[in-house]
Each structure stands twice: as C-alpha cells, then as structure tokens.
C-alpha cells in the first residue's frame, strides 16, 4: 500500500473531528457564463469533507482528513492546500494508479439552470476507497466522525466503507452525516435515496436540506423528515433562507454524553425532541457555494465547545456567512470572539443583522437592516 502524503503531525487520540471523503481540484471561472466561452480558470480545492475540515482546523479544533489522491501534481496541491488551514493529512494515502479528480464549475448558483459543472472524477484515487485501504486508527481517533453521502455515491467500495464506519459497534466515534445528496452522482442507479436514507439514519448528528429531502425522498417540511429519521440524537434540516430546524432528543450523545445504545422505540425518542427553529441571517452573497459545508462546521465547533442548540445554528448560520461572502469555497472564519458576540445577540438584534464582504474582521461594524 502507498504510504502516507506529506503533511502535518499524526492524529491523535485527542483529535476533535475526523473527516472522510473525496477532495477535487476546483476550477473556477474567471468570469460568469457558460463553461463554452469562459476564457480561463483559478485554481482552488472543492470537497465537502476537507471543505468542514479546513473550518474546523482554521477555527481552532484538531482536525484531521482522510482520503486518497493520484501520485501526480494535483494531488500535492490538495494535500499542500488542505494542511496549510492545519488540517493533519498524514492519513491520506497516495494512489500511483489513479488520478486526482478534478472539476470545473460556472460561476452561478448550483440551484439556478444556468449552473454547469463538468466533472472528471471518474475512476479517481479517492473512490477506490474501501473497508481494506483505510487507516482504522485514524478513523477512530476522533470525538466526531464527520461523513457525507456524496462518499457513498462514488462506488461500491466507497459505500461499503459507509456502512462499515457507520455501523453500530463499541467505542464508535459520534457519526456527523451530511446528506449532500447529489443526484448527477447516483446515474444509472435508483438506490441513492434508500442509501442515503439508511446512512443518515445510523448517524448521531444529521445534517439536510429541505429541498432535498424533498427530492430524494419526497418528504415536505421538518417534522416530515424527522418523522423518517428519527433515530439521530440531533437531526439539522436547513430551511435555505428561512433558517434552520434543530430536533434534539433527550437521548445521551445530544450532547456528547456516553454513546446511547439502540433505542427500542424509536418513535417516541422523536416525539420527546426539543425543537429549535433559528432564522438564518440577511447575506449579502458574492458566490453561492460552501454554504453548507461551512454551515456544518460552525454547528459543529460549536457543538464539540458545548453551545446551546441555538447558538451551535447560530455558529453555523455565521461560518456560512463568512463563505457566502467571498468568491471561493472556502475563508478563514470570523475570530471566535467575534462570532460569540454576534451569536449571543437577542432576536430581534440577530435578525436586524446584514452581514456583506469584510465583515468577518474582528474590528468591522456589523450593519444591520
């Protein structure tokens, strides 16, 4: 097997989040139109699981990501990329048989028609990822194990992997699922949905949009999906301008106790939630892209600091605005300060905020509406 790439210390028994899952070279247009007349493209990195990682480790937590690149030169930019926000990429193994993937994007929302992008991930080192080629150690060293579905889709070794990682067991890390059902991935296979169903449904803390509850599974509105997820101590369903819904059960791992053990009866776990809505905040946008892996990684470092469920969507709602508001994928988030100021607001101030590019500087004023 490949050893390790190049990159930061080993992850350690005390690392606060592990992240899996496939990370591309990114490459953004120059200017808006389609992929046909755009005349050139920045480079940058693009995956969900490194995307929260890089968060997280700029935030201040010990992260750690785990993956495999193409012994070639895009590979060295990822790994190079991913540790210089101090993320430690000593697990990640190097494939001399298997490219890098890569992708190129327009510069539109994803959710609009006119959004392209032309992926080249098939066959890549990261989806020969399996139950056999993976560091168990490192996958196990975390308080979290952060996962998402867009794994899953990427091929049979990779789900097989899942549903090994997320299977019950003794000593298994807090499963943190990001849904990020992608369609365009599951072609030529009616199974996604259930899939992703299933996975979701063995995790501790879930994450997933209205919208695509509503096309993967056909359910409309939060209480619809906590209904049909209703074993996860926290389920998040984003609400996109609305906000968030937070279902949090009484169960232990709510927040971070001891790991429950099964629950007999599910439903009624779910009909004991504690229900927390919180609005998202105005946005003044400049690229619509890693909203929602940054919305993960505030909740998350707010969860693993021991916030209350308000202020962990709080938290999110901030580091997505921090995305939001600048033309890549990913920033540095606000200062921790900073970020607990505007989160420990009262209503009517959190939503009279307008949050617009620069605001994330510790000495900018916050305008508000």
């Known amino acids: 097997m490949p050893g390790p790439a190049a990159g930061t210390t080993s992850a350690a028994a005390t690392t606060d989040v592990v992240c899996l899952g496939e990370s591309m070279v990114t490459f953004r247009p120059s200017r808006p139109g389609r992929l046909a007349d755009v005349p050139s493209f920045g480079r940058g990195i693009g995956g969900a699981e490194s995307n929260v990682a890089c968060a997280l480790a700029a935030a201040g937590h010990r992260v750690a990501w785990v993956s495999r ?17 101090g993320v430690d990429t000593s697990a990640v193994r190097r494939d001399p048989d298997r490219p890098t993937g890569v992708y190129f994007r327009t510069a539109t929302d994803r959710a609009t028609d006119t959004h392209e992008v032309a992926y080249y991930r098939a066959g890549s080192a990261a989806s020969a990822m399996s139950p056999h080629n993976v560091p168990h150690e490192t996958l196990s060293a975390g308080r979290f194990l952060h996962l998402s579905g867009i794994t899953a889709a990427l091929s049979a070794d990779c789900l097989a992997l899942l549903h090994e990682l997320t299977a019950p067991r003794s000593g298994r890390p807090l499963i943190s ?3 990020n059902h992608r369609p365009g991935l599951w072609r030529g296979s009616e199974a996604g949905p259930d ?8 995790a501790d803390l879930v994450f997933v949009g209205e919208d695509e509850a509503d096309e993967a599974w056909g359910l409309k509105g939060a209480d619809a999906i ?20 937070v279902y949090s059960s009484p169960r232990p791992g709510a927040h971070l106790g001891p790991r429950p053990g099964p629950c007999a009866d599910t439903a009624a776990a779910a009909a004991t939630d504690t229900v927390t809505d919180v609005p998202a905040l105005h946005v003044d946008v400049v690229a619509p892209v890693g909203a929602g892996d940054a919305f ?11 916030l209350s469920v308000r202020d962990r969507v709080r938290h999110g709602h901030l580091m997505a605005a921090a995305v939001l508001t600048v033309p890549g994928d990913l920033t540095d988030p606000p200062p921790r300060e900073h970020a607990d100021r505007l989160a420990a607001l009262d209503d009517d101030a959190w939503g009279r905020l307008r949050l617009g590019p620069g605001w994330t500087g510790d000495d900018q004023e916050v305008r508000t509406t």
Not at 79 to 85: G, M
Not at 195 to 202: K, T
Not at 229 to 245: D, N, Q
Request: aromatic fraction near 6%; proline fraction near 3%.
């Open 296 to 306: 993960a990684a505030g909740f998350l470092s707010a969860t693993l600091r021991g």
């Open 195 to 202: 899939v992703l169903l299933d996975l979701a449904r063995r």
């Open 177 to 179: 699922f990001d849904v």
């Open 226 to 245: 906590r209904a049909a997820l209703p074993e996860p101590a926290l389920l998040v369903v984003k609400r996109g301008a609305e906000g968030a819904t």
């Open 69 to 85: 690149v193409g012994a070639d030169g895009f590979g060295d930019h990822l790994v190079d990329a991913i540790a210089a926000y």
